[in-house]
């Protein structure tokens, strides 16, 4: 009994040496990969936080303009693309640091605005066109306008102040008038039985909440607003255009014309290129960009901090309790 007792019950073997010191040494490895493993993410992390300096470092400091050699008697063009507005390319802020730099420079004997634009805010192209009419006193540098495939709206207003406005017989050119645009949806929610909960202090805080039915008060309210704002944009028409306008009850209705027509209203001058400008107006033939664009780094260095700045704003909001 003894015996079979001691044949069934299992013997435990030493671990080899062998067994040992290999176990150690993957216990070894496995720990030098892992401090491996976290020296590579230090590595990444000290990287990206380098490469956020690099780019930050590029929107303070390469922010660039004039691209050829400014050193020798030259025409100034600054470019006025797409839609005028704050956050565009085509802002004021933008558009006015270039044209100052052009015009402080020497050697550039004229500033050549080239635009292509369908229009937008008002306010940016008044800040143009004030800031045009200032430079051009103090510095005593014509300026002109090239346009392109359109010089419209809020475009037209920023051409209205230089000296001259050149196009091309095809341009589209005006649509001096000013516009508010929106959506209702008070017969939709109607139709479906949703119900508005708009709760406000102050008769008129929503005015125009597109969810709303629009009062006739507001409506006339929103219109003496747009007719002053349009009355601004005659007068910087007019002020800048002088008699060289052949005024029509159309002209400033919103209508929009060809160049060759706007030529013929005396809304433009002569039908030229930017070139032909250059050569036979300005007589430099040389032509340097004096436009500044928020080059991709700064782009993303506003959209980081305007992103630090709301996540500040929200746990700052988080602990404010009113009782």
């Not at 143009?128 to 495939?149: F, G, Q, S, W």
């Not at 508010?180 to 017969?187: A, E, L, R």
Request: aromatic share 6%; glycine share 8%.
């Amino acid at each position: 009994m003894t015996d079979t007792l001691e044949q069934q019950t299992p013997s435990i073997e030493p671990i080899a040496p062998s067994a040992e010191a290999s176990l150690l040494e993957k216990l070894v490895m496995a720990n030098i990969e892992e401090k491996k493993a976290a020296r590579r993410s230090r590595n990444i992390g000290r990287g990206f936080w380098f490469a956020i300096a690099l780019v930050l470092a590029w929107a303070m400091f390469g922010r660039g303009c004039a691209t050829k050699n400014s050193s020798t008697p030259h025409t100034a063009v600054i470019e006025i693309k797409g839609e005028i507005a704050d956050g565009a390319d085509a802002n004021a802020s933008n558009i006015v640091a270039s044209m100052r730099q052009a015009f402080e420079e020497p050697n550039a004997q004229a500033i050549v605005l080239l635009i292509n634009s369908p229009g937008g805010s008002p306010v940016q192209a008044g800040i143009i066109n004030d800031e045009i009419t200032r430079l051009k006193l103090k510095h005593k540098k014509p300026v002109y306008a090239v346009v392109e495939e359109s010089c419209a709206s809020a475009a037209y207003y920023i051409a209205a102040a230089t000296d001259k406005i050149y196009v091309n017989k095809a341009s589209i050119v005006g649509s001096i008038g000013v516009l508010m645009d929106g959506f209702g949806f008070t017969g939709l929610m109607e139709k479906f039985g949703v119900e508005r909960r708009l709760m406000t202090a102050g008769e008129n805080k929503g005015f125009l909440d597109p969810f709303s039915p629009q009062t006739p008060q507001h409506k006339a309210y929103a219109q003496t607003m747009l007719n002053q704002i349009h009355q601004q944009f005659i007068e910087a028409v007019k002020k800048g255009r002088g008699a060289k306008l052949k005024e029509t009850p159309e002209m400033f209705s919103g209508l929009f014309w060809s160049g060759q027509q706007a030529v013929e209203l005396g809304l433009a001058d002569e039908l030229r290129s930017l070139d032909s400008v250059a050569r036979d107006v300005v007589k430099a033939d040389e032509v340097i960009d004096y436009t500044q664009h928020e080059n991709v780094a700064e782009k993303l260095a506003k959209r980081f901090g305007a992103s630090i700045g709301e996540g500040a704003v929200k746990a700052l909001q988080s602990n404010i309790t009113v009782k």
